[in-house]
């Protein structure tokens, strides 16, 4: 296990997958579809495998990165390949690579034109954000980041709808523009700090006001990427007008780099400027958990609806992470796995629908239930899970978001606490609109219930979903000794404390004995 490099071979397997369909490209047509499905299928399969034997292997004990590999790339410049995982970057790791696998699957039958490209897309996508959420360079970092971008834009401007290409050209434009900054910010760091080397930089002590600046500098990047309100403009008609696989890797994954990196890079690095801004965020997430919870409610398109949800719900993210409070930060790193999982359910679940009628509009629905039984329980238990249902994983991480930000901001807590409400409202306004009521138009009454492959897809999701809700042990014991980290790193330095850290296991001991476990 130690000398073989794992964690590069799950970055660069689906890469490989890749070159393999690229390699089959003198078979015929359809032969080729047929090849590219499943060789993209059992590439992703073993990636996903290959990320849960990384889980297996993960010391939740120590705060340090693990799986380490590290060589020289541009010896004369100090940049190196330096990969590695601790407890915030390996959550979003599996996320990413169970996405992905799911994604494949959504396709198999409604991606019918370049299927060979469309596979090979996500195979590349999904090595750059392993990549992304695993890269210990800056400049690593910055290709992983950026280089996410160009298959999602092909994604959505060839396979996408009626206005792909506006919303493509949109969507590529906003996070370009945003992460040009954090370019200029990253090359200051490299000045500074000697070389592109993360942790060395994690430790680096930056001057207060150039603090400031280089805290802009990322959040320009990262509030895009989430999306933050008011940045949020892109989200909807990249949602709209992606094909369901594409909105699934979108929601699912693509809206946490922007939370990764306020965590990895922002609390750490710029403790004084964060602190300062702290105010700003916090008005920020409750303006978007508020106003993007009844924009939701306006909505009569289902993809548009479950895009603003998804603003509203990371808000809830931002919030958390801002507490700087191991609960609050915590929480936020669970509200991003189950948005992930329950994002991209839901927008599953509109991609199911949309194959048999091809209409979004929720006025085209109504009574469901009577011919799609199954695909309503899956529905209405996504649904229940988006709003916060006790018992499911969307509960765990909004509770311990809004049980952080209590100790820190209680109108804060009370003005988010006002969400919840108002996703309960939208949430079950969609089902109630889809699902119940007589069965009158003749269009709907020949819609066949889930097939094999589709409940295939909903079964991981609904178990992951559950299971984390009534046991989110797991996630939350691998986070928190990397977030302890943080949160002392963050305090250290606002105190003019020194450069030593308090020992993480013993502070991790004494928060799990505070928890019952």
Partial sequence: MDSLPLLSITI???????????????????????????????????????????????????????????????????????????????????LSALLILLAVLVSWSSIQTKVPEYMMAFLVLETFLLGMFSALDFILFYVFFEGVLLPMFLIIGIWGGPDRIYAAMKFFLYTLLGSVLSLLAIIYIYFEVGSS?????????????????????????????????????????????????????????????????????????????????????????????????????????????????????MGFVTLGIFTVDSQGMEGAIMQMVSHGLVSAALFICVGVVYDRLHSREIAAYGGLVHTMPRYATFFMFFILASIGLPGTSGFVGEFLVLLGTFQVNSLATVLASTGMVLGAAYALWLYRRVMFGPLVKPSLKSLSDLNWREDLVFAPLAVSVLVLGLYPLPILTMAEASVVKVIDQFNLALEGGGEELVDTEKTLEIALVKRGF
């Avoid at 890749?18 to 060789?39: C, D, F, P, T, Y």
Wanted: no cysteine.
């Fill in 12 to 94: 660069f397997l689906p890469l490989l997958g890749a070159l393999v369909i690229l390699l089959n490209w003198g078979n015929k047509e359809r032969s080729l579809a047929i090849n590219a499905r499943w060789v993209a299928l059992w590439t992703s399969l073993v990636t996903f495998v290959l990320a849960l034997i990384l889980w297996w292997h993960f010391n939740p004990i120590s705060g340090e990165f693990q799986f380490e590999e590290k060589l020289q790339w541009m010896p004369l410049l100090d940049i190196s390949y330096h990969v590695g995982l601790d407890g915030i970057s390996l959550p979003l790791f599996l």
């Fill in 197 to 313: 080397d993360i942790p060395t930089a994690l430790i680096t002590s930056f001057d207060p006001q150039i603090q400031t600046w280089l805290w802009l500098a990322f959040f320009a990047s990262f509030a895009v990427k989430i999306p933050m309100w008011p940045f949020h403009t892109w989200l909807p008609d990249a949602h709209v007008e992606a094909p369901t696989a594409g909105s699934v890797v979108l929601a699912g994954i693509l809206l946490k780099m922007g939370g990764y990196g306020f965590i990895r890079f922002s609390i750490p690095m710029f403790p004084e400027a964060s602190s300062y801004f702290t105010p700003l965020i916090f008005t920020l997430s409750i303006i978007a958990i508020i106003y993007m919870s009844l924009v939701a409610l306006a909505q009569q398109d289902m993809k548009k609806l479950i895009a603003y949800a998804s603003v509203a719900h």
